[in-house]
DNA sequence: TGCAATAGTGCAGTCAATGCAACAGTTGGC
DNA sequence: GCCAACTGTTGCATTGACTGCACTATTGCA
């Protein structure tokens, strides 16, 4: 397995059982894919349940491995941190996305190419309706999930700026990219913020976000 | 000692050494708050200069603790974290800031609360300058520090999202207050970078930041 | 059926971070 | 100058996140 390639966020696709009843959820995936699949799924559940019995801290890669029924190692495989998990934060290359937005500087002004490449970035989240109602308990007991840092995140930031800064010029240029890709990260951390606590699809939740940032009520 | 409170942003004082050749910087303080101070600033400059040496990853904090002569348990009397040393971010009570806050909202708009909360958090650096150039090729080589999410920091968001959230009513006041909290810390983060990258005391760079998101060219 | 690829595992190890109890220098009152 | 309350420093033990490595088990494909 590939040792955690991180950066593509997106979330725990849907439930394994379901799937199973079903029969028809093929996806179009091998069976190996599904298999990884199914164990991402468990443990990210797994994790969102022990976080919402026992509180964040309390509860530790080793129970959420052994609840999920495989090792701490194979939990490691999948996700890069404890909060990923929790999270259901999955990255993918981040030269990805800095390509991603370079090609986008092209075509659009910075703030669209933003946009959209960090949108684009959000895969949606098909999540049961059991796993968003865990998830609205766990983020409504533990702030401390609002604020993502999850490893590679910060990479993706860094590589993102690079970018920016070599698009936008001049004196500043350095300095307003950075303040360009803060700003978009933390209407991102909203997004996810707002996804998790009202139990609807990241998107959808970013969407709402950016519109309410340009709609001026913000005062920020 | 304190366990580490954490939560007002500061940075270490004035050189020692400095301070011990002109004799005349006591400050008021008592000899038991200097020698706190001193040692302090000793396992600032050694993170740093570590940092600068091997690159943060291969930076141990008993390296930093033995460079600057004490050990790693008094690390972590004076430090919540090791990013936090090398960042020379120390923090208050989180209830301090959001009281502050609470306050500032009785008599401005929520944007000027905000802002004149995280203005009055981020304590001036005394720096000097070979710190500077210290701190300048640390950030330039360690991009992973620009996101600073040391520990209490969330704390502190966390608490400000429910104090505006409380504040703002409506519908949508918890969003808004989300929003609004993570836009704020984005430009303070953006100050921080800044500041470490140009050599620069930290207000000066806050309000260089403000006045560049206000002036509209960002594009976010 | 057999080979190549890849998911899962066990293990040993590193290191950040914390609690606790003992110790030492500082301060203030007398 | 001396004692008592503080408070900074330290060593020790411990937990738990995370990693590298070598190895096994499955799966996909020819």
């Known amino acids: ?21 079903g029969g ?6 091998g069976l190996r894919e599904q298999k990884k699949r199914q164990t991402r799924i468990a443990m990210h559940r797994a994790a969102l349940e022990l976080v919402a019995e026992h509180g964040f801290v309390h509860v530790t890669v080793e129970m959420i491995a052994r609840r ?17 998990a929790v999270l259901g934060i999955i990255m993918g290359e981040s030269f990805e996305i800095s390509e991603s937005l370079r090609i986008q500087l092209e075509v659009s ?15 949606a989240i098909p999540s049961d309706s059991d ?27 860094t590589e993102m700026v690079e970018v920016l800064a070599e ?10 990219a950075v303040i360009a890709v803060q ?24 969407d709402e976000v950016v519109d309410l940032y340009d709609s001026g009520l913000i005062e920020a």
């Not at 991180?6 to 394994?16: E, V």
């Open 1 to 21: 397995m590939e040792p955690v390639t991180d950066t593509q966020i997106s979330a725990a696709g849907p439930d394994p059982d379901s799937a199973a009843a």
């Open 68 to 84: 999920a029924g495989v090792s701490t190692r194979t939990f490691f495989n999948h996700w890069s941190t404890k909060d990923a």
């Open 183 to 206: 700003v978009g990260f933390a209407l991102t951390r909203s997004a996810f913020a707002l996804s998790m606590s009202e139990g609807i699809d990241l998107i959808t939740a970013f």
């Open 24 to 29: 028809a959820c093929d996806d179009g995936l």
């Open 131 to 157: 796993l968003r109602e865990l998830k609205k308990q766990v983020m409504a007991k533990e702030p401390r999930l609002h604020s993502i840092s999850s490893g590679k995140l910060i990479e993706v930031q």
């Open 167 to 176: 698009h936008l010029e001049g004196e500043q240029a350095g300095t307003l």
């Open 109 to 123: 002004s910075p703030r669209e190419a933003m946009r959209t490449v960090l949108r684009e970035a959000l895969t």
